[in-house]
């Protein structure tokens, strides 16, 4: 049991110097690494010490999840709002297209039907080989 505690801080110990250069005050910026305060991993038991390391972790980690969940918020409601607006465009398109269609269907029908007939032959002759 007391290799198992040895382990344990010095785990803590690790995390403390690669969380800051200062160990006193460890930084919480290093994503999800636990920042303890030296002077409280020398008292108390171990598990205190995992239990105050895992805390820090889980504050860092929520912190980052929130900051992280509002950035992918934001972003889904942009894309949403573009995606609005590409549909419109695609509506207007593909209205002025009809519109054109049918002015040149009614100001030219023989034309416009030879036009379908070869369109139609073509795709008749394509799709069987």
Aim: hydrophobic share 40%; glycine share 6%.
């Amino acid at each position: 049991m007391s290799d198992l505690k040895a382990g344990v801080s010095k785990h803590i110990d690790q995390n403390v110097t690669k969380a800051g250069a200062n160990p006193e005050q460890a930084s919480t910026t290093a994503p999800f690494t636990a920042s303890v305060n030296r002077s409280d991993a020398s008292e108390g038991s171990t598990t205190a010490k995992v239990a105050a390391a895992a805390h820090t972790a889980i504050d860092a980690f929520e912190e980052r999840a929130s900051s992280t969940e509002q950035l992918l918020r934001e972003q889904a409601s942009q894309l949403g709002e573009k995606g609005e607006e590409a549909t419109h465009q695609v509506q207007d398109v593909a209205g002025q297209f009809k519109n054109s269609a049918m002015q040149y269907v009614e100001e030219r029908p023989v034309q416009s039907l030879a036009i379908a007939f070869g369109v139609g032959a073509l795709a008749a002759t394509l799709l069987r080989k």
